[in-house]
């Protein structure tokens, strides 16, 4: 279930996304896979909204899950160039289409295999109009960057919200943010080959570190979390964090290389979890 809220807010919201984007009510639900009748239903408040639909409804209309909810949340740190919440306030525009359209191409072919004219083809737009956007190739794909970071900021909200317990919650975080299943993996491949460009000479990327800090501070803030509750041992949050998100970045590239399986990989991670991370009724906290 996704967070509670005020139906009427979350509807109103969700109807005045829709007709930014441009999309009918009929064109939304076949795009997302929803019921029509469910989505007529949701958006007269007659019925909450999932957390998987929250985020297709923000996904297709360009919107944060945050702003349909219309609530501050503690469980994700908010992305800097997010902050102000709707996304497409001004309609659905080439540039969002185009960095969207690159991402998926970036994700799936990699940067050196992939030209301005293919982003174009595929947005259908012309090669003028992504250099309007975007004067080089290097600058769209730090854009699909910022995205992944959308993508990822509107799943935390949209499914962290409701789980009081700090464990779960974290562990929740965790598989949110693992590379299983295509969108997320999606997102991986962009990070991956944001690392690579990284570590050659004189390469930077400017918002780099301030989207790796949002992560940072969401893992830092669910560890505190638990640390109060007593589920999370008692040791310096930001040395946890950095062993933490190391510890998943480092699985990860494992996963997405066929170094580990996804079962392999849960395994491992849930038992690096209960040695390092969380108390337990046989162990004092360290």
């Known amino acids: 279930m996704a967070p509670t809220v005020d139906d009427d807010s979350t509807a109103t919201r969700a109807k005045q996304a829709i007709s930014a984007s441009g999309l009918s009510q009929r064109q939304l639900a076949a795009t997302i896979g929803i019921d029509e009748s469910k989505l007529s239903k949701s958006l007269a408040g007659r019925r909450n909204f999932t957390a998987a639909e929250l985020v297709a409804v923000a996904t297709t ?7 349909l909810l219309g609530q501050e949340s503690s469980v994700s740190a908010t992305p800097p ?18 960095v969207e359209t690159a991402w998926d191409l970036f994700a799936r072919l990699g940067y050196d ?16 109009s ?19 970071v959308k993508l990822a900021f509107d799943r935390q909200i ?11 919650r974290l562990e929740r975080l965790l598989e949110l ?8 993996r999606s997102e991986w491949s962009i990070w991956l080959q944001m690392w690579s ?8 990327v400017p918002d780099y570190h301030a989207s790796y800090d949002r992560w940072s501070r969401t893992v830092r803030a669910t560890l505190e979390d638990g640390q109060a509750s007593g589920v999370v041992r008692a040791r310096d949050s930001a040395e946890m964090t950095d062993e933490l998100t190391s510890v ?39």
């Open 61 to 67: 209309t360009g919107v944060t899950v945050q702003w």
């Open 248 to 286: 998943l970045d480092g699985f990860g590239v494992k996963v997405l290389t066929g170094v580990l399986d996804v079962a392999t990989f849960r395994r491992r991670l849930s038992a690096y979890l209960n040695r390092s991370v969380f108390t337990n009724s046989d162990e004092e906290p360290s």
């Open 197 to 204: 460009r990284l570590a050659l000479e004189n390469e930077s």
């Open 130 to 148: 992504v250099h309007y956007y975007f004067p080089s190739k290097s600058g769209l794909f730090d854009a699909t960057l910022g995205y992944s």
């Open 81 to 98: 160039k997010l902050a102000a919440g709707l996304v497409n306030a001004d309609g659905p525009t080439p540039r969002r289409l185009i």
């Open 158 to 168: 949209a499914w962290l919200g409701d789980i009081p317990d700090p464990k779960r």
């Open 177 to 184: 943010q693992s590379p299983v299943g295509r969108t997320a």
């Open 113 to 128: 295999s992939v030209r301005i004219a293919d982003v174009a083809e595929a947005a259908g737009v012309s090669s003028a």
